[in-house]
């Protein structure tokens, strides 16, 4: 059963860093590109990070590069979002994402607040 599960949110001040993590289980991790959403009330969900299957290469939206780093741990089976330099507008609930071909896979989501 493929699992995708969240965690690290909660509230932080304006320019404060954060850091998510993705538990992935079920499928063969290092074959699959990962990535992270997110969606604010009122705006659809949006990307802000892609990673290539073991890690090669990230991709990053021009509203998060520089501040955003996409990581995983094939290891531990475990995708990361660090998030520095963090806005009010970052405020949003965070979502791992993995297209494994046949299917989609959505994580329950993890809330982040930035505010003072």
């Known amino acids: 059963q493929v699992k995708l599960v969240e965690s690290g949110g909660g509230l932080v001040q304006p320019g404060g860093s954060l850091r998510l993590s993705c538990a992935a289980s079920?499928?063969?991790?290092?074959?699959?590109?990962m990535s992270w959403y997110r969606q604010a009330p009122g705006k659809e969900r949006e990307l802000v990070a892609t990673?290539?299957?073991?890690?090669?290469?990230?991709n990053y939206p021009d509203s998060v590069k520089g501040r955003f780093t996409i990581s995983r741990d094939i290891a531990m089976n475990t995708l990361y979002l660090r998030m520095n330099s963090l806005k009010p507008e970052d405020t949003a609930k965070y979502y791992c994402?993995?297209?494994?071909?046949?299917?989609?896979?959505w994580g329950q989501g993890t809330q982040v607040t930035v505010s003072s």
């Open positions: 990673i290539t299957s073991e890690g090669q290469s990230t």
């Open positions: 994402y993995a297209d494994l071909g046949y299917r989609t896979f």
């Open positions: 079920g499928f063969a991790f290092s074959m699959y590109a």
